[in-house]
């Protein structure tokens, strides 16, 4: 039984079948990635586990509850977070309100109405903030704008703020996309100094190989709605369907 | 621990100190500029806690509504009624009237919420225009129509009932008349403190603290995250909607307090104190003066009030008096050429200064004032790398 089950899903755009039944078990504790070339039904998939888009048919589990029909703030209760392809960050706000935003969510809940007392006094919040911040690589820059950071910092930060939520499972889509060799592999060496300090279950979404080799315990491989091939890395690689479908194109 | 980004204590309490310094030396600081007269001082005291009010949505959450004139309206009617049904003793009317405001805004804000940007406008726009319109008609056994609401001689007044006949009561606070007036000769000007005002005054001082602690606070720090990315605060775990109603129920409330502040100090409520126009004055304050700063809306309150009550009242006469000194041709050219800046033309003139601001100074008035502090805290040290991330949070020291 894995953290999250997602059995028999169909999602149907007009005459496109976007996501074909799909299956898929990812495994507490592990990095599952999800590959596919362009309009495989990535991104439509991972919309489906937080809450903006329904599935036509199909279950989706998370830890025993079912996340659909739910709101994106009460997946993200349950102990789901998500890193987005661009990063969404609260670009007028510093580094470190950032992070004290998701950290407030998520000892305070979906809502409470807390107008009297001063910011400044959370210090518990903003040690745990800081805390993140340091974890990533931020803390010198947590009085900036986040708006003034490079992408990859935005990128960090963004993880910052998931990360401070001591979240279940983390959602990552394209966590590289758009970033410089030499970022990505600090987001590489990055992912792989939380997956050992902290067990903490991952899916990424992921275009590039040599981010998916590196990181994944397992793959799975979504071609046309659906999922063709899910292994090991090692096995991935040489796979028949895969090479057709996929790596056909790519150099890896 | 020192921050950087969050205002320390003593830096609000500096904040406070001066607001309340400037407020209360209201008389004395506005009477050169002929601003120093009861009516209008109170006119900057009400539409300054409308101001803060409106900024507590606007400036935090960026939900533009533009019927907020509603709520004052609202505000009035229901403190008119209590003066004309309870007592002429102001307190019941002011909490009647916030109550009552509150109540409606939580009703329009829980309908308008439901969509945001220019379509969050146009609900509280449509909403405001029907209250308008429905005071004129539907409500008039309410409103009393285009007459307006008014206290009368034979109102019931349970409490205080028995006044002197053939006069019409006073409003008052436990016996004080809201009109009593201490008139001082100082400096060839005559200053004149007016209880009325001296109650509004305080009542903008306790308005203003208590945006200054809604501004400071996680509930203040949520706000400004809706404005800028309301798509992450609800994968991060956040429901924004009880937030933003929040705000609005509270700005809404703040507006209900301003009306029955105006029916406080003179007990009339019409119906063109909720038409859109009005809705869209205390827009043009919060942006003048700064919108999401603490103080910029009283400071666009008080400027918009100014050139509608000073401004408006500068006529050829008084131009010729300026212009004077330079020999009589000269006179009349400069006289022709600022004619139809001033007077009937003050609109113009403020118009243009919005223009100005807008284009230049995006963060309002509060922007000049800080680039100004800048400059001159700069100059005097420029080893502190203070990196005020929040230019709008740190006004005036």
């Not at chain 1, 010198?140 to 990360?163: F, Q, T």
């Not at chain 2, 009617?77 to 002429?88: D, G, H, I, R």
């Not at chain 2, 009393?144 to 206290?151: D, S, W």
Request: proline share 4%; glycine share 10%; hydrophobic share 45%.
């Amino acid at each position: 039984m894995g953290i999250l089950e997602v059995q028999n899903v169909n999602k149907r755009f007009g005459g496109l079948q976007a996501l074909d039944n799909v299956n898929l078990d990812v495994e507490e504790g592990s990095i599952h990635a999800i590959i596919g070339p362009n309009g495989a039904g990535k991104s439509t998939l991972l919309n489906c586990f937080v809450g903006r888009l329904v599935p036509d048919t199909g279950t989706v589990m998370f830890n025993g509850n079912s996340l659909l029909g739910i709101k994106p703030h009460e997946i993200n209760q349950l102990g789901v977070s998500r890193v987005f392809q661009t990063p969404e960050i609260f670009t007028d706000l510093s580094v470190l309100e950032n992070v004290m935003i998701a950290t407030f969510a998520h000892r305070d809940g979906a809502f409470k109405l807390n107008a009297i007392d001063p910011v400044r006094k959370e210090v518990d919040i903003r040690d745990h903030a800081e805390a993140t911040l340091l974890d990533v690589g931020l803390q010198d820059k947590r009085n900036m704008v986040a708006s003034s950071m490079s992408r990859g910092d935005k990128r960090r930060l963004e993880m910052a703020m998931c990360l401070s939520q001591d979240p279940k499972l983390l959602l990552l889509d394209e966590p590289t996309a758009g970033m410089a060799r030499a970022d990505t592999n600090r987001t590489i060496d990055l992912l792989k100094e939380l997956a050992e300090k902290r067990k903490l279950t991952k899916v990424i979404i992921e275009h590039d190989m040599h981010v998916v080799f590196s990181l994944a315990q397992k793959i799975s491989v979504l071609a046309q709605g659906h999922v063709i091939v899910e292994d090991t890395p090692e096995n991935i690689k040489g796979h028949p369907k895969v090479r057709e479908a996929y790596l056909g194109e790519a150099q890896v | 621990m020192t921050n950087a980004i969050f205002p320390s204590k003593a830096n609000d309490r500096l904040l406070m100190i001066f607001f309340i310094i400037v407020v209360l030396a209201g008389p004395i600081i506005l009477a050169p500029f002929g601003a120093g007269y009861p009516d209008l001082l109170q006119r900057f005291a009400i539409f300054g806690i409308f101001a803060i009010g409106f900024n507590i949505l606007f400036g935090l959450t960026g939900y533009l509504s533009f019927g907020h004139a509603a709520f004052l309206g609202v505000g009035s009617y229901s403190a008119v009624w209590m003066l004309k049904l309870l007592s002429m003793n102001v307190i019941p009317a002011i909490i009647l009237g916030v109550v009552i405001s509150g109540l409606f805004a939580l009703v329009i804000g829980y309908v308008s919420l439901r969509r945001s940007g220019i379509y969050f406008s146009i609900l509280t726009l449509a909403f405001a225009q029907m209250s308008y319109n429905l005071a004129y008609s539907v409500f008039t056994p309410i409103t009393n129509g285009e007459t307006g609401l008014q206290i009368l001689l034979d109102d019931p007044r349970v409490l205080d009932g028995g006044t002197k006949p053939g006069e019409l009561p006073l409003t008052n606070l436990f016996g004080i008349p809201m009109n009593a007036t201490q008139k001082v000769e100082f400096l060839g000007m005559t200053l004149q403190f007016n209880f009325g005002f001296y109650f509004c005054a305080v009542i903008l001082i306790l308005a203003f603290y208590l945006s200054l602690r809604i501004f400071r606070s996680p509930f203040g720090l949520m706000l400004r995250a809706v404005k800028t990315n309301q798509n992450r605060l609800n994968y991060t775990g956040v429901n924004t909607r009880p937030y933003t109603l929040a705000a609005f129920v509270i700005s809404g409330m703040y507006a209900g307090l301003a009306g029955s502040l105006l029916a406080s100090m003179d007990p009339l409520a019409g119906a063109e104190r909720m038409q859109w126009t009005a809705s869209g004055e205390v827009v043009l304050m919060v942006i003048l003066g700064g919108a999401g700063t603490l103080l910029g809306p009283v400071l666009g309150a008080g400027f918009i009030k100014y050139f509608e009550n000073i401004f408006s009242k500068i006529n050829d006469n008084v131009l010729h008096s300026w212009f004077a000194f330079m020999p009589d041709g000269l006179e009349n050219v400069m006289v022709t050429l600022v004619h139809p800046f001033v007077g009937k033309g003050w609109h113009l003139t403020l118009g243009l200064l919005f223009m100005a601001i807008v284009i230049f100074l995006p963060g309002g008035l509060m922007e000049g004032f800080n680039r100004i502090w800048r400059k001159i805290t700069s100059k005097r040290e420029t080893a502190t790398s203070d990196t005020s991330s929040d230019a709008a949070s740190t006004p005036a020291e």
